[in-house]
């Protein structure tokens, strides 16, 4: 009887997710694709296009960054974490709670963070060194907890038969954990793209809302998610919010298929 209740709370949770999800993706659908016009992909903003497309190649500029910064710092931690700290270590124990902390920390803290040391201290001003800098912070701990949960989830049993073949510790997680670890570890990094795309509060305070291209590291810019807010904020191109808000849906979108085909080829790869 127990067992039955349980099935159906699981089925009914499951239909409440699945609805709610099909319920935004039809309203922001409905709302913006009316809206979405060749205009807003203008290479330049203006107050009569409302262009998009300065803060699209912002976000690859951004994301693109944030990635190729945090990834390798994650990943090799997570490494560090499983395959080399001695068990039981209380630098392992404090890395990992600061590593946990880090990640319940609020969104806007990172930002306010950032603005305090990077903006203001470093003098980097409202600029994509100061955004991608902050989002790299933010999203570590993400990636190194993914990486490090991936990692245990391989069976040491395969570490053990590696080991006893005569291969040695590289060789042993390149060619064996890695293959096994890689869809874990590249969720990770999915994830970390979703919220570095989605990020308002942090790169308001660090990107700035400048509605121009970026000509440099230093210079300031919007995502995507921050140009849909100022948007919506402005309470007069409402419409156009929604329009975004289609765009950077079907973004997230081609960026997790991507993310996914390259684990399926790197895991083959690997066998």
Do not use: C
């Amino acid at each position: 009887m127990s067992s039955k209740i349980i099935r159906s709370l699981v089925y009914l949770s499951a239909t409440i997710t699945f609805a709610s999800l099909v319920f935004i993706l039809v309203y922001i659908f409905s709302n913006g694709l009316p809206h979405l016009t060749a205009d807003m992909f203008a290479w330049e903003f203006t107050p009569d296009n409302q262009s998009l497309m300065p803060a699209l190649i912002t976000t690859f500029i951004v994301l693109g960054l944030t990635l190729l910064i945090a990834t390798p710092i994650g990943v090799f931690t997570g490494f560090y974490l499983v395959e080399y700290a001695k068990k039981g270590n209380k630098v392992v124990g404090a890395i990992r709670m600061a590593t946990d902390t880090l990640a319940a920390v609020p969104s806007i803290v990172y930002g306010l963070f950032g603005m305090l040391f990077f903006v203001t201290f470093l003098g980097f001003q409202y600029s994509v060194a100061a955004g991608v800098l902050t989002s790299v912070i933010m999203v570590l701990p993400l990636i190194i907890r993914s990486t490090e949960e991936a990692l245990m989830a391989v069976n040491d049993s395969l570490r053990e038969a590696s080991f006893g073949l005569g291969a040695g510790k590289l060789r042993t997680i390149f060619r064996v954990v890695l293959p096994g670890a890689m869809p874990g570890i590249l969720a990770g990094v999915i994830l970390a793209s979703g919220r570095v795309i989605g990020e308002t509060a942090a790169l308001m305070y660090t990107l700035g809302t400048s509605s121009n291209l970026p000509t440099g590291l230093f210079s300031s810019g919007r995502t995507l998610a921050l140009h849909m807010y100022v948007l919506s904020n402005e309470g007069i191109h409402v419409n156009q919010s929604f329009a975004t808000g289609v765009v950077l849906i079907l973004f997230v979108l081609v960026i997790n298929g991507l993310s996914t085909f390259l684990s399926n080829k790197l895991t083959k790869g690997t066998k």
